[in-house]
């Protein structure tokens, strides 16, 4: 009973999956390498201490030689080819965060379905969150996140990977949240999916058993918390992270303090007023003094993060100072964290993001709104 409720919950929301491929130790001492293709066979390298390992290619059946480069432990990305050589690897995990806009009609969980990296684990960005507020997918309490994880069989020893249907999109949210719970070994697979496919890797176009069934315990587990039930043992335990999320309460004393660079994911002509909101009963506008960089400028037209030089343009153009605190926010608290991706690459590891976002504070009918006009 609770699979099939599970199942057709599903159509209506949005998830992401942990995978059980092994990461290496120096993956999980916070050394990554990306890997980069040759020939003959796959030549995984970790240390002097460890003897290499060798797995076939997933890609048209051959065999190719990786070399590895070393890419530094604040790194907030990784490559396909990367993860391509690491895939087998049992310490780290692999999820599908795919969410997307409701007025794009596509079901996450159902393409997860038909094609997913292998061994990926699909995490419900819409079920794992907060179930006492009306808001979409707010970060839930630590309590029922390490419910959710848990159920997904992630531990704190895993190194993870998440990626998304899009390339960077709400990965980079399931990033954020990881990291408010104080799990740092965590990646954005830097393309996602379609960067994942364009290289020729193969994908899974069905999910086991197993992955059906943690998903569904996923969901299953954070009802439980919220309804005050017991859920079963933790694997996962979380250190909450206060600095890296903001509430309305923080954004309005931010207004008169003027601390905080606010700035603002969502498109210019939304941040403006001159585009309506796509959620009904939300004032157009953004938060006074905060600033707008659409999020599409942190990706090139492949959808992969722009280097550090690139980024470091962006926020200067629209002035923003990496010298002094940053704070993101956009519609629901999703794209927001794109920004903070980029912001990490550029050594600010401390960006906040504003959970309730423009859904919430266009909604309020007491907090100032600012345009264009």
């Known amino acids: 009973m609770a699979s099939s409720l599970f199942t057709r919950r599903l159509v209506h929301s949005s998830f992401s999956i942990s995978y059980k491929p092994q990461v290496f130790t120096s993956l999980l001492n916070k050394k990554l390498f990306y890997s980069r293709p040759k020939h003959t066979h796959t030549t995984l390298k970790t240390s002097s201490s460890q003897s290499p390992c060798v797995m076939s290619s997933l890609a048209g059946g051959r065999r190719a030689e990786y070399s590895t480069l070393s890419v530094s432990p604040k790194e907030p990305v990784v490559s396909v080819d990367w993860l391509h050589a690491n895939l087998r690897e049992p310490n780290l995990k692999v999820l599908d965060a795919s969410w997307y806009m409701p007025d794009e009609q596509r079901n996450p969980f159902q393409e997860y379905q038909v094609a997913h990296i292998p061994g990926a684990l699909f995490f419900d960005v819409d079920g794992i969150?907060?179930?006492?507020?009306?808001?979409?997918?707010?970060?839930?309490?630590?309590?029922?996140f390490a419910a959710a994880v848990s159920a997904l069989g992630l531990e704190n020893k895993d190194g993870l990977v998440v990626y998304d249907g899009k390339g960077i999109f709400s990965a980079a949210r399931v990033w954020w949240m990881f990291r408010v719970f104080g799990h740092d070994r965590v990646w954005v697979l830097d393309g996602g999916l379609p960067r994942w496919r364009a290289s020729g890797y193969d994908v899974e176009s069905s999910a086991s058993g197993d992955a059906i069934l943690k998903a569904s315990a996923a969901s299953e587990a954070i009802e439980k918390v919220y309804q005050g039930q017991v859920v079963g043992p933790t694997t996962f335990q979380t250190k909450f992270q206060p600095h890296l999320i903001w509430t309305l309460?923080?954004?309005?004393?931010?207004?008169?303090?003027?601390?905080?660079?606010?700035?603002?994911?969502?498109?210019?002509?939304?941040?403006?007023?001159?585009?309506?909101?796509?959620?009904?009963?939300i004032r157009s506008g953004h938060v006074p003094g905060s600033k707008c960089i659409p999020f599409p400028q942190m990706l090139d037209a492949s959808q992969t993060l722009l280097p550090a030089d690139e980024l470091k343009k962006r926020f200067e153009q629209e002035g923003i100072s990496l010298e002094k605190p940053v704070v993101t926010a956009c519609g629901t608290g999703v794209t927001a964290c794109i920004l903070a991706l980029g912001l990490n690459r550029l050594g600010k590891h401390d960006v906040a993001v504003y959970d309730g976002s423009w859904t919430e504070w266009g909604a309020q009918p007491d907090t100032p709104v600012e345009t264009s006009s």
């Open 129 to 144: 969150a907060d179930r006492t507020t009306n808001l979409p997918h707010m970060l839930p309490s630590e309590e029922a």
């Open 249 to 281: 309460e923080q954004v309005k004393r931010n207004i008169e303090e003027g601390t905080y660079q606010l700035v603002d994911a969502r498109s210019k002509a939304r941040f403006d007023g001159d585009a309506p909101e796509p959620r009904k009963g």
